[in-house]
């Protein structure tokens, strides 16, 4: 659990689709989620079934950093910059959320993982509120980057920022639920 808290809160953070901090901080978490992975699989069974989900993630963290990086080097511009990003960052994202649902929702019945299993429904139920949130930050970034300025790309970049400062609590929230799972976890069982 103690690579699975860094790697879910590395992977939760949803910055710009345009920078390269994102695909980043995306790409070292994914590492941190296999390395959990690993982790969990030698005190419970079936958590080995999320490593192609986060290995599917690490490699779209790659392409998505790889995109970042061609359109800040300017070997990108203009709409196919706009296209690649908003692809890279909807399938990366998208990617990321679906395979981290998986785990939380694989880890809430697992009663056996902690001592007090009211953490792991905690944290499925954060996580839910926190899931919901980016999806319509993901969706509010990619609707801004293709309507034209006026007053409705001015509304959905209000939204976004709305959504963006709830969603940065959320990620708070699930990073320390994880934790108390995380320290459940590590005294129910020692190294």
Same mark, same amino acid.
């Given at each position: @659990?103690?690579?699975?808290?860094?790697?879910? !809160?590395?992977?939760?953070?949803?910055?710009? #689709?345009?920078?390269?901090?994102?695909?980043?901080?995306?790409?070292v978490?994914?590492? %941190?989620?296999?390395?959990?992975?690993?982790?969990?699989?030698? /005190?419970?069974?079936? %958590?080995?079934?999320?490593?192609?989900? +986060?290995?599917?993630?690490?490699?779209?963290?790659? /392409?998505?950093?790889?995109?970042s990086?061609?359109?800040?080097?300017?070997?990108?511009?203009? +709409?196919?910059?706009?296209?690649?990003? +908003?692809?890279?960052?909807?399938?990366?994202?998208? @990617?990321?959320?679906?395979?981290?649902?998986?785990?939380?929702?694989?880890?809430?019945?697992?009663h056996?993982? =902690?001592?007090?299993?009211?953490?792991l429904?905690?944290?499925?139920?954060?996580?839910?509120r926190?899931?919901?949130?980016?999806?319509?930050?993901? !969706?509010? &970034?990619?609707?801004?980057? %293709?309507?034209? &300025?006026?007053? /409705?790309? +001015?509304?959905?970049?209000? =939204?976004?920022?709305? #959504?963006?400062i709830? @969603?940065?609590?959320? !990620? !708070?929230? /699930?990073?320390?639920?994880?934790?108390? =799972?995380? @320290?459940?976890?590590? #005294?129910?069982?020692?190294?």
């Amino acid at each position: @659990m103690n690579f699975f808290n860094v790697g879910i !809160v590395l992977c939760s953070i949803d910055l710009s #689709v345009s920078t390269w901090l994102n695909y980043t901080l995306k790409l070292v978490g994914a590492l %941190f989620m296999l390395a959990g992975i690993r982790e969990a699989q030698t /005190v419970s069974e079936g %958590f080995d079934k999320y490593s192609g989900g +986060t290995l599917l993630s690490l490699a779209l963290s790659v /392409v998505g950093l790889a995109a970042s990086l061609l359109t800040s080097f300017s070997i990108l511009s203009g +709409t196919i910059s706009n296209i690649c990003l +908003t692809a890279s960052g909807l399938l990366c994202t998208g @990617m990321i959320i679906y395979n981290q649902s998986g785990i939380i929702s694989h880890m809430t019945p697992k009663h056996e993982l =902690v001592n007090d299993p009211s953490l792991l429904n905690n944290l499925d139920r954060l996580w839910k509120r926190l899931t919901f949130f980016r999806i319509i930050s993901l !969706v509010c &970034e990619a609707s801004a980057r %293709f309507i034209p &300025e006026g007053n /409705v790309q +001015t509304f959905i970049q209000t =939204v976004l920022i709305i #959504v963006r400062i709830i @969603m940065y609590f959320y !990620v !708070v929230f /699930v990073a320390l639920a994880f934790n108390r =799972v995380r @320290m459940d976890f590590n #005294v129910t069982h020692p190294i």
